[in-house]
């Protein structure tokens, strides 16, 4: 199983594709209109317009259901939210864990880096970057599944995407 911590445009985005190449996933939301219409219509409309989210996707409010016995979780939060979350997560993460995130840029306080913010409030030390344009608005592409294709690092998105989507 995978947790995807951030149900915004991005991460809805990675947690349809990671489930459509068949892994299950928890898609953590702080919104619990957003989580019951993710598990009851499988939509996201407020994020992803149009997009069916994949079965396998299912969505939860309590960020220690999403992240227990996770293989792997996926930071797609906000960089102004980071920290927060960090913190919270570092309360139920597993040290074994391996954590990606999906966030651009510098806390604005600290001028820090989220993975180095990731370092100081978890006890993960298996942490990755997906990089990229990480706005799938901006890609001229058809289909939220084809944007992440196109720009996934491939360090990342060969055991998250499957060998047939990381090297689209």
């Known amino acids: 199983m995978i947790a995807v911590l951030g149900a ?16 299950a996933v928890r898609l953590w939301t702080r919104q619990p209109e ?6 009851a219509r499988h ?10 989210i994949a079965e396998g996707v299912s969505a939860t409010s309590e960020l220690g259901e999403a ?5 792997l979780v996926v930071v797609v939060i906000p960089s102004q939210g980071f920290r927060e979350v960090s913190s919270a997560l570092g309360d139920v993460l597993a040290p074994e864990q ?7 840029g510098l ?8 993975t180095e913010i990731l370092l100081q409030e978890t006890c993960a030390r298996q942490i990755g970057v997906i990089s990229g344009p990480t706005s799938p608005r901006r890609s001229p592409a058809r289909s939220p599944r084809e944007r992440w294709s196109r720009r996934a690092s491939l ?14």
């Open 98 to 104: 391996v954590v990606l995130h999906a966030t651009k």
């Open 67 to 71: 992240v227990r016995g996770a293989e």
């Open 43 to 52: 939509t996201n409309e407020g994020a992803v317009p149009g997009l069916r």
């Open 34 to 39: 957003q989580r019951e219409e993710i598990n």
């Open 155 to 168: 360090t990342s998105s060969s055991w998250v995407a499957g060998p047939s989507r990381a090297h689209g």
């Open 107 to 114: 806390e604005r306080e600290s001028n820090v880096r989220m």
């Open 8 to 23: 915004g445009n991005w991460g809805t985005t990675l947690a349809d594709l990671i489930a459509s190449n068949g892994h």
